[in-house]
């Protein structure tokens, strides 16, 4: 897949990726807002086992986020199964160096609006942590509505948290 953006592109991985996501992976800024399957430090390996498996999805659901041919982050979304079959969770992370120019934003948009066409989906959300402000506003820009905050619902290096369920929801 590839979608060409103003500030970025959201593509399938490549191989060649794995250099480029173990540079602006491996970061304690970048990790302190993900999930804990997420490692830290994150090496040459994790990036290589990461992509191998992101190259075996059926669907395929995680791509890279681009600037220039550069892979500078990730995004992706998982859908749910059961009677939680017509919604997905999404998640995302971007290199610290990229911070604060909008290639966040563009990247939930336009994969948000990709998962609703392509899978039938009539929900997508995201459960960021309360102490990243930053990333609802990415959710916001994106269209997403704050739903609720799940209170002590995560605990993220030692510490106890909320999380803010945003969504987009057709």
Not at 93 to 102: A, K
Request: hydrophobic fraction near 40%.
């Amino acid at each position: 897949m590839l979608i060409e953006l103003t500030k970025c592109s959201v593509r399938s991985y490549r191989p060649s990726d794995a250099q480029s996501l173990a540079k602006h992976a491996n970061n304690r800024k970048v990790w302190l807002n993900l999930r804990d399957g997420f490692p830290h430090p994150y090496s040459l390996e994790n990036a290589n086992d990461f992509i191998k498996r992101a190259l075996t999805m059926d669907p395929e659901t995680m791509f890279a986020i681009c600037v220039g041919d550069e892979a500078v982050g990730g995004i992706g979304f998982m859908p749910r199964k059961d009677v939680e079959r017509i919604s997905a969770e999404l998640g995302y992370w971007l290199g610290e160096p990229f911070w604060g120019r909008g290639i966040t934003t563009e990247a939930v948009r336009a994969v948000t609006l990709h998962a609703i066409r392509e899978h039938g989906l009539k929900r997508v959300y995201a459960v960021p942590y309360s102490w990243n402000p930053a990333s609802a506003k990415v959710l916001e820009k994106a269209g997403y509505v704050l739903e609720g905050v799940m209170r002590k619902s995560a605990i993220k290096d030692g510490t106890v948290l909320d999380q803010l369920l945003y969504a987009y929801v057709v």
